[in-house]
């Protein structure tokens, strides 16, 4: 079963391990994510991130530029075994060719400094899909409030009351402009029904999951996701144990396939298969993974065949729905 995951975070485990002064390579390393994984799991396509948290980063766009650099060096050295694609045509015609797609990603859209032209910049540098936010206030919208520890572990607060900035706005209709998908996924849920109010193309939450089923605030309510396939949009199914299941301590916390396959049945139910796909946060995720790399993906295939799930239906939620979406966008 072909896989098409929208979001890793594999750049910044090999750029922090380097860092540190370690041997990390995305052809072979100890993480969720490498090519030889990649293969195992049946991958055709996998997003990875730019992912930078600004609380920790001193220059945004520099470190922005650094992982960057750090992608096209890793595409360079394994040319051999994985393609970057930028647009439909490079898709369609490397997938059916069997080779390992990359798509290049932004997440956290302060790292283009409020400024059009360097969002212009990062599309010229191959960058297609951007989230507004990560987990902090920036010049264009707002995440929820989430709560990692304590007595709130787990959960969070719906903030529904800011929503995009002018800046945002804009952002917004640039990136569809230039046929650069618009990622949900982290932002508010006041940004949120600004986004549908002002989108016109199809977007996606690229990491989310469903809110009925687990609180966390991260995830999509029943109305969001409605919403999201009434526009033709996708969501990714986040492998993060707190997006899958309520929990009060972390150590608590593990990560399950019966959780998952929950989660897209209620996705289903509300939204229709055709609004479902996968992005796992590979390498931006840790604790007690039933799915622990992308070699076993077949995993997840294979329990929701058990569970009553057809083979159309799962090729759409594994690969056909973001490549679906991915056509009509890009």
Known sequence: MRVADMHCDTLSEIYYARKQGKEAHLASNSFHVDLDKLKDGDYGLQNFAIFTNLKETEDP??????????FYLEMEANKDQISVVKTWKDMEENWKKGRLLAMLTIEEGAVCQGSLSILRDFYRLGVRMMSL???????????????WDGPMAGAGIADTSRGLTETGMAFVEEM????????ISHLNDAGIYDVFRYAKKPFVASHSNARAVASHPRNLTD???KKL???GGVMGLNFCSAFLRNFRKREDAESLITDM???????KKVGGIGCIGLGTDFDGIGGKLEIDSAAGLPKLAQALEQAGFSVSEIEAVFYGNVLGLYREVL
Do not use: C, S, Y
């Not at 766009?61 to 750090?70: P, S, V, W, Y």
């Not at 569809?176 to 990622?183: F, Q, S």
């Open 176 to 183: 569809e402009r230039l046929g650069m998908i618009l990622d």
């Open 223 to 225: 109305d969001m996701i």
């Open 261 to 267: 396959v929950e989660h897209i049945r209620h996705i």
């Open 229 to 231: 396939a009434d526009r």
């Open 61 to 70: 766009f520099k470190h922005a530029m650094e992982l960057l650099d750090l």
């Open 133 to 147: 936010t990560w987990d902090h206030d920036n010049d264009l919208a707002f995440p929820n409030q989430v709560f």
